[in-house]
């Protein structure tokens, strides 16, 4: 294995697959991460996922996982657009990672459309359901293996 | 009994009776929700009440208990004006809520009369102390009764 | 009688239960006022009510009424969100008063979120329907029998 | 007659042919509102009109004569830059209404170029002097008929 | 006598000597505008005064009287602050003005700190009381006459 | 004949009778034109017509044939929004011109309701359909034949 | 004597009577301060004047001056709008002033609206030319008199 | 063939390879598009692709290409910032499609933040480099598919 | 010992001397509140200090110490930019603070530049590193000691 | 000959001349470049000018000849308030260049007043008229010889 | 010699060639002049420069000379971003001048994007180091000699 | 002695221990600057004190003396929220500075909690009175040391 890649999930994505079915697909959380681990594994790297709804467990995460792993897929839910805290954990551990979103963020109340993780992202994927997941592990190893 | 009307009680409203007398009244929390509970029983309603410091706590409890509730009173104190968090945990599982507040959220600091909750709300009561639960039960009721 | 609470009803009130019975219900502003009155007897309370489509006929009867009433219900219709007249006229006879509001002015269009009267109201009620104002006698006779 | 369209004018506009000629032209509003009520019957319409310096009286008028009628032309004046009632009261009686306006009221104080009754109106017609109206009330009855 | 000044009075202004005396003086209107009349008196002018809490009655005298009179002096109370109607009646008129204010407006509300009238005006005077009234129609008559 | 009117289409409007009917309608540009072209005839102008979807091509037309023609009829279509360039070239050649639009442009988006084209246009005219175009070059000519 | 009165030029107005004769009249500031004195005179004050371009010239006169003075007139000129310092200034003697200004300063370049002297005025008179000086001087004794 | 996916590159994107390669990669446009043409044709679609430097040409591309495509990748370059003539020639074909940026849009100028394309996209996918194109079209097939 | 001085760190604060060394030095935060312990004891106070990540938790921490304790030092890292809760609960609890950043907060990114507990704060101490704590008990202690 | 200095002429600039001549000149364009070559032959450079109406050609213009020059005169004319590709198109040739205007910018509507161009040029002369261009091929020379 | 250009220095332009010598340059105030003065005397013209770090004594000069002379050249330094005075002295003296400025003031701090004299100027140069001086007496003799 | 710190004081600080002494302390500038210096003198340095009511004295003795000096306490009053000229002065001798305040500057007005000056300091110490300068020295020699 080349290495580990965190999956950080903040709040209420422990409810995909229960809330808002129509929005976001009927697939759980945990199925998604095993299909991602899957995809992981074909690209030679393990997953160690996470999901909290609080804030300052996710800082915790980020700070005790972040310095070893190659790099992250970072959902950060609603957090993405109050939180500074997550921001500055990152900064603190310099982990690389790619900010993604099941749904479009671009398309719903105005105050989901300013992040303050995506200046300090590799990149962001947005919209495609669980999908963004697929290609954020892709889009992260490629990026992390050209850096190196 | 007709159902379950959660209670949800975000920062520092464990301090009510204690901080703030002459802002906040001199009775605590749990004498609050004794008097409430009564008020709710005499609505053949029971209530489950809940206070927390913490985003993350108060997402989780509206979560674990959100789906089976007929209703939620919810002060969500500072939490009001900053988290979308807790607005996505609400919309997750589609509790219908009043949102209330002891003072009068309008007539203090500017950064106070933003709320992330209110246009999600049935409703909003804010300014009567203590009695903003006891309206804002007798008015989340009669709402739900009305819709079923 | 322990005195009388005005129940003052700005522009396009009486249009209740002819209008946009969908979104406002189907009963008429005297049907209201009639229960309300019954509730206010209850408390021992006589109500003096009225209505008016013109910003200075409401000035009027707020300067000519507001001294000698114990408290006001106050549902300034649009003039909530353009008036400082009406402001000036409460601070004059400083009459206590609440704010009331049939439907949830919050998820609405985004000018009806700013009140010119809410910062010196007692607390403001607002998207219960007609039962904003049985909460709102109860919250108002409450108030000021605190205060006296 | 295959119906009745009001013609609602709001403050100043008795001051047509009076005040600013050179702005406005020499023609008053009588003379205007004859030859509309012309234009009018050549197409098979009257029109009742009404002109006040008063938010409120103008209410009163678009409530009472509103639901009757087939459709409203509306020059508010000033009262379309500062009104949510007399939007409310449109609302209220559901009438479909072109706005007008004698000049055009992009080129004039910044504060003219919002109005808060052009996002629910049909369309609207500004800068044509009092060609504004005859146009206006051909533009409307294509769009009643066309709706019918 | 060399002509006549209006002295126009808005909302809430024959609150005057009853509401906030100890802000604005316990003096009543017509007490004041009987000492200004003498004043005009003495500069050989006569007063037409009027007061309304409706901005369509102030709009009404000043197109009625507005023509004839050689000068306006205007606390237009509230209405400056939200009146473009009121302004639109003067430009009909072309009734050279001043702006008084018994208070100064520039140390209250943020909202009072805008006026619609004050840039069409001849001058302002704001925050001197009563005094207001006699420095403005000695200001005003100044004016008048340089300007002859 | 009196002289040419340029209509002038910007990006999109080739479209028409295509796109979005339920929005604009079945009728494509040609038979619009076409019955526009008839109008115009009873009215003494001919017209000349061009639609592009580039900003360049349509300050190309207007520098071309703006000098010659009596007016103009502008649909800038979104380029209202965004382009000072054809406002240049409408100045630079003087040529008196009524701004149009098929839907009423104060209902959709917020980044529609600016134009770069209305404070220098004769008026405007939005929300009428391909009404919009008959009713502006009557507007149009009626204007430009007062002016001469 | 009853006492003394400061009377504060800022800069460019000892250029009075020289530049922009048809804005500001042809009386230089010498003319206006003498007849300001006499007016003082026969309110039984004595004044002492100060013009100066300099910022913390002016500073420098209101500190020295300022604690003994009974009050002030002051017009900053262009400082109204820049200067922190000089309110400062003000406060740290606590002088009562009236702020006054040759020209309406509401009606020219928007950057003079704001003032950040107005709200620690008594009062502001602005528009009257060399009048506001004669007016101010009357309305600054008025207040000082009912004060003591 | 399933079907064709159109490719369409806005402005400067012709000088990949060769502007700023430390930013953007070495690999030109052409190199690029058959590499993603592999792709594409590994996923049974073809790809039609258009590049140019003019919005007016990029709007005939998509109203000739877009009705018969199945999907779209669009890299609208700076016209993504600046252009809502793009966004109405996508509206008028509905066209499904994903924008795409070879850079994080939201680490450089702070006018790069917004698009006038994200609200209508399905999805955006921002900072991989070329990978943007490839993660893409796997994003924007499978949407496709899961739809219809 | 004269009582007790809370040292109260928020999130990523534990990372100190191990994240950005260059930018916040090298020693972590045990050494440095070991260091600011022999400082206060020097004083005569002794010190509590407490480090989370979770808003929550600083909360918790505040109540709970806050009213026996003479004064705190806070520097509550990214939270002071985000967090109105904390501010509550000082405000419940009132104990006197002086605010701490290790970094200058206003020559980093815009949005470090507002506080939500400066005003609230004796004052604040910002851009000396560890210093940045030693200048804060002294002053913290320097203030107290003055009040009482 | 040292090189070729481009001279980029943006929308409406082929009407110099003929528009406006009291704002701009009577020359036109074609004079002044001749004049400008002039100039440019005393300097021993060439130069290689270009004038479009389309944003997208002037785009190509810089893409194709921007590498080889030593530098380029640009009047973006209105673009410079609208083209974010324009500014794309030189990043990505690298071409310095001093950015010209005829008018003085800045004393005209408000939206001309910011340039989407000025922060990546060697500097901008604005004001000068058709000396505007000479003064700018000076400039431009001096400061790329003493780069070199 | 046909007359005198002023030649108006601000704060810090005394440093010259002592600070920031990468960004402005070696040589001296001085210097500048010296060279300036020389190619004003081959223009037939003297100038008088003068230099102060006092917005105050600036206005003095101003004043002072500013109706003989027949120009001036002013790099205001930083007061042109916060000096209303200085524009008000030159108002006052009508002399026609040119702004300068030694860097490109549209890429530095977003605060020095905006003057408060360059709407009254006849024209800016900005950004060509000690050039901008040289450019800007050639530019303003032009300009002058051309309105004579 | 290792060096020279200077002290330089803004507006209206010579007026401590005479103004607002509630606010500021009793005690005077000199006093204070006695107190500083033995402080100073402690840590090896001297100090060279300054104060000025006029931002060009400041600007000027910046100049002279900051070449030479090792450090700077500033304390520019209200120039930290006006002076771009203070800010520049600094820059040009790269003197080293910390900034004060005697006041929390965040819980005065809200014009005050902007300083031009912040963002180039090495840090902000505001609030502590006089002690602000007694941290401030402290603060500022334990950086210089750990620069050099």
Chains 1, 2, 3, 4, 5, 6, 7, 8, 9, 10, 11, 12 share one sequence.
Do not use: C
């Amino acid at each position: 294995m080349k290495g580990t890649i965190l999956v950080v999930n903040g709040p209420n994505l422990n409810m995909l697959g229960v809330r808002e079915v129509e929005k976001y697909g009927g697939k759980n959380l945990d199925a998604i991460l095993a299909q991602l681990e899957e995809k992981a594994h074909g690209l030679d790297y393990k997953i160690k996922s996470f999901q909290s709804n609080s804030e300052g467990e996710m800082i915790d995460f980020i700070q005790l996982e972040g310095r070893e792993a190659k790099g992250m897929l970072l959902n950060a839910g609603a957090y993405t657009h109050t939180s500074i805290a997550i921001r500055d954990a990152i900064l603190s551990v310099k982990v690389p990672f790619v900010e993604i979103h099941l749904s479009n963020i671009f398309n719903r109340e105005h105050f989901r459309s300013h992040s303050f993780l995506s200046d300090i992202a590799l990149g962001i994927i947005s919209g495609f359901g669980e999908n963004s997941y697929y290609l954020g592990i892709s889009a992260l190893v490629d990026l992390i293996e050209k850096r190196s």
